[in-house]
């Protein structure tokens, strides 16, 4: 009987034991660099915690210095991917055989999804609201920046320089300063956005640049 007794109280105390659990599933890096954006791009880098990124990832400090380096290192690779997911999209216009003001009303409509979006609110875009306030003393930063508008200008000047090869443009039309202007046009539009400016108020500057710009085949004289 006692026998028994022993046998019953294993069980009981087997049943009560707490089970023990399998390895932890692998984190995902993209989910985790994805995340960690969301919260530079809405906060910046200086306001913007570790407690605040290991949350958002789901990772604790060690593990994301272990992924991604330290915080200057993470807000780096995140920049990089806030940049392949703009290059994506703006490209996939930009491939496309559209006339000249069709293939900016689209550029500049993505333009406008990207900055207004935000749980907490538009937040503009993340290199004119964040990366610019460390481009001051990072060099490295810097000249992502510079190469983030340089690259956006390039871009503009070849959809422009098209353009004019099927006439749309005038041969006389100057084409980087054309191009200059559209770029200018997204930074503007993308303050105005972070200052919760209306999509419709947005929308009439983004149709003066576009008639600016198409309107130059009107201005020859």
């Known amino acids: 009987m006692r026998a028994k007794g022993n046998k019953a109280g294993s069980k009981l105390e087997a049943a009560a034991a707490p089970k023990k659990r399998g390895r932890p599933r692998a984190y995902d890096p993209d989910q985790a660099l994805a995340r960690a954006l969301d919260v530079f791009w809405q906060e910046g880098f200086a306001a913007t915690s570790l407690d605040q990124l290991s949350a958002a990832t789901g990772m604790n400090r060690p593990s994301l210095y272990g992924a991604f380096g330290d915080k200057r290192d993470l807000y780096i690779k995140a920049y990089n991917q806030y940049r392949l997911q703009a290059r994506e999209r703006m490209g996939d216009v930009l491939a496309r055989d559209l006339p000249l003001r069709q293939l900016l ?3 500049y409509g993505i333009a406008l999804d990207m900055y207004l979006s935000g749980k907490d609110g538009p937040r503009g875009c993340f290199s004119v609201m964040t990366a610019t ?39 006389s039309a100057n084409i980087e300063a054309l191009a200059q202007h559209a770029t200018a046009t997204i930074h503007t539009i993308a303050v105005r956005a972070r200052a919760k ?12 640049a576009i008639e600016l710009i198409c309107g130059a085949a009107n201005n020859e004289s």
């Open 105 to 107: 009303q689209r550029l």
């Open 133 to 171: 306030s460390e481009a001051i003393s990072d060099p490295e930063i810097r000249d992502l920046v510079v190469n983030s508008i340089a690259e956006m200008d390039k871009a503009f000047a070849r959809t422009l320089k098209a353009a004019q090869q099927r006439g749309e443009l005038p041969a």
């Open 197 to 208: 400016v209306s999509r419709k108020e947005l929308e009439v500057i983004v149709a003066g």
